[in-house]
């Protein structure tokens, strides 16, 4: 009898222990999932959306007019302006943006206006600010473009180097953007045709916006393309140009009798588009002259030169007091 109960006790406990067994077995089945959950990678960041939409300028011309400001995390750079012209079935492009991912988007933009995905077969960087040209990789990879522009942007840059640009812009609007070399410079006059459309590329002699500036002109449409050498509703940059340059450049613009100009920075493309940068730079040298003549110095210019003229522009109180300085060490020179 006792072997029977001790029998039973052993076959009782030898179940509970299986049941408490298979219970935690179930349980921890139950949990993984929720784990599996948790470590799940999360997923890619969307690319950046700058909205473009192109503002037609004449027949042939759209530009991407960028905002009055510095580049941002939020504007993502967009804060210059590019433009489009079409000749026959290709386009010619005059800058390129901040960054592969706004090239991209400009171009799927204007393929949806014009109703057509057409190549483009040669585009032109006004200057080396890499604002206008970090954008050019998506032209030479998509369509093998020839790339025109300054010899700066081969010599100060290079393949890997961290521009503004990529330490501005979130990581969802630089990503895939490269630095490459352009294949054209010139150092006169360069004239091209597409399709029957006549282009003239003008290299400006002497320091201007930067040590080495283009501008490009239309001559039967009488459309010009400025670059910043051209601004408007905001303030330019000094800190690698030259005020005397500025004025020479602004004379040879004037000289081309354009009917419509698209500066590099503005909304302004009529007849009045160059008369604020025009103003800015003449009431610069001016006036420095004179303070010079009454033997301002370095330490007193900015309290002598101002420039209220141009206090509610953009920028003005983040470029002008630099500009004045930078003005001041040139035309002390001279």
């Not at 935690?24 to 473009?52: G, H, I, N, R």
């Not at 050019?136 to 503004?164: C, H, V, W």
């Amino acid at each position: 009898m006792q072997k029977k109960i001790l029998s039973s006790l052993l076959v009782s406990t030898a179940l509970l222990m299986t049941a408490c067994s298979d219970s935690k077995t179930t349980t921890e089945t139950k949990t993984a999932p929720a784990a599996a959950t948790e470590v799940a990678a999360p997923a890619a960041t969307a690319e950046f959306d700058y909205k473009l939409t192109p503002k037609k300028i004449n027949d042939n011309v759209w530009c991407f007019l960028g905002a009055l400001d510095k580049p941002t995390k939020e504007n993502a750079g967009n804060m210059a302006n590019n433009c489009y012209v079409k000749t026959g079935d290709a386009f010619v492009v005059f800058d390129t943006g901040p960054s592969y991912v706004f090239a991209k988007q400009a171009y799927a933009a204007m393929s949806k206006e014009v109703g057509a995905d057409l190549p483009v077969k040669i585009v032109v960087n006004s200057h080396e600010h890499d604002d206008h040209w970090l954008g050019n990789d998506f032209y030479k990879q998509k369509f093998g473009a020839e790339l025109i522009g300054p010899s700066l942007i081969n010599t100060k840059y290079k393949a890997g180097d961290k521009t503004r640009m990529f330490k501005v812009l979130p990581e969802n609007a630089i990503e895939g953007t490269k630095i490459i070399p352009v294949d054209k410079s010139i150092k006169e006059e360069y004239d091209f045709t597409v399709a029957g459309v006549d282009f003239q590329v003008i290299p400006i002699p002497v320091k201007a916006h930067t040590g080495e500036d283009y501008f490009l002109f239309m001559p039967k449409s009488k459309v010009l393309f400025a670059g910043d050498l051209v601004m408007n509703g905001r303030i330019t940059s000094g800190r690698d140009g030259a005020v005397m340059g500025q004025i020479m450049a602004l004379d040879m613009i004037k000289a081309k009798n354009w009917d419509i100009l698209i500066p590099g920075h503005g909304f302004i493309t009529d007849k009045t588009a160059t008369d604020e940068a025009r103003l800015y730079f003449t009431l610069t040298r001016d006036r420095i002259m004179e303070a010079i003549e009454n033997d301002v110095d370095a330490t007193e210019i900015n309290e002598v030169v101002t420039l209220p003229e141009f206090k509610d522009k953009k920028m003005y109180d983040i470029l002008n007091s630099n500009n004045v300085s930078y003005a001041f060490d040139e035309i002390d020179m001279l």
